[in-house]
Every structure is written in C-alpha cells, then in structure tokens.
C-alpha cells in the first residue's frame, strides 16, 4: 500500500520547494517521513535494540533505514508494501497489498513464532481527492493494521499508525485505548501545515 503520490507539475514542484525533502537528501534518506518517525521516537522513547518491528507501507524505506541506523543493525524488521523497495540490512521485505490474503500469510512467515515489539504503518489509499472516498479507505487500513497488531503483538508491544482526521478516527482511538495503556495523537512538524495526517502513538499493548 504505497503513500500517495502526486502527479501534477505543481505537486512536483511543491517537493522540490519542500525543505524537509532537501534535507532528507542532504543526510541520505530514502523520503521525507523519515522525520516524523524521527520526532515520533525521540518523544516517545520508541526504539531499542534487538526488537521484531513490523513497518507496513514502508516503500521506499526511510522509516526502515532510520530504525537500522538507530539501532546499529541490532534488529530485525518485516516490511511490507505494494511497491518495491530496495534492500536494506535487518530488512526481509514482503511485496504485496496488505489487504490481500496471500500477502498477510507471507508477513505471518516471516515474522515466524515469535512475538513483535513494535508494529509502524505509514500506509495510505490512492489518493482521489473526495474525502468521502478517502476517509473510508485511509480507515480501512488503519483498522487492517491493529487487526495485526492483535494477532503478532506481544505483550507490553507499540503500535504507531497514520490517521487522517475525519469520520472514524473517534472510534478507532477508542478501539486501540481498549488494547493499550496509553495512546496519544500527535502531528509531527514533518506533515505538512495544511495536511489532515496525523499519527496515532500507542504504548503498552494488554493482551
């Protein structure tokens, strides 16, 4: 499930314009989201070493790139998106469309028997530009990603996930507050002013 992507000249020449999208190629980042992940963990304390992290829609892997770096390589993440991505260590990469059986089975293999730490999903739907097409699609994913983090989340495990404001966010925050000990929303420096996107921090997984 791949983050939306614009086509228009004026999209592309909004990127060019973008500050965190130079300075994510000034330090060697794959995407400018590697800073909301960036400012998500330094508030919050999210990483550390030797955890099992799942990251859905995470082509083209910044948000993958930070935790190796962070981590030294000190540990092991499944990632998965619709579109491809290049290598990187500590990564096994699983393409595919999340909403699609055989691709959750893949996921279920790599992750094996054991438990996850961490689950992290940047994903969101194509894009068409109707809210009452695209709220419903962005919740649908956010809801296919708590249903995995209540099937490999171990217990005391984190779940990060982007929101977009509209109908739906209510109920889902008060679903993940019924899973987790705490669960904040917050809107990183790094999403855009104008930009719905938020992201939702959940901590302490009870199973």
Known sequence: MGKPRGTSRGWKERQERDP??????K????????????????????????????DLGAAPGSWSQYVTEKLKGRVRIVAVDL?????????????????????????????????????????A???????????????????????????????GGDFVCKLFQGEGIDAFIAE??????????????ASRPGSREVYLVARNYQI
């Not at 290049?86 to 438990?115: H, K, N, Y």
């Not at 983090?149 to 217990?155: D, F, N, P, S, T």
């Open 83 to 123: 579109l491809p991505m290049d290598s990187l260590p500590s990564v096994e990469f699983v393409q595919g469309d999340f909403t699609d059986d055989e691709t959750l089975a893949a996921i279920r293999a790599a992750i094996g028997d054991d438990r996850v730490d961490l689950v992290m999903s940047d994903m």
């Open 20 to 25: 965190y999208v130079q300075q994510a190629r």
């Open 27 to 54: 330090d060697g980042w794959r995407s400018r989201a590697v800073y909301k992940l960036e400012e998500i963990d330094r508030k919050g304390r999210l990483l550390k070493p030797d955890m099992l992290i799942v």
């Open 125 to 155: 739907p194509n894009i068409s530009g109707t809210r009452a097409v695209d709220q419903p699609r962005s919740m649908y994913l956010a809801e296919l990603a708590l249903d995995m983090c209540r099937e490999v989340l171990g217990k």
């Open 176 to 189: 993940t507050r019924k899973r987790f000990a705490s669960v904040k929303v917050m809107k990183p420096k």
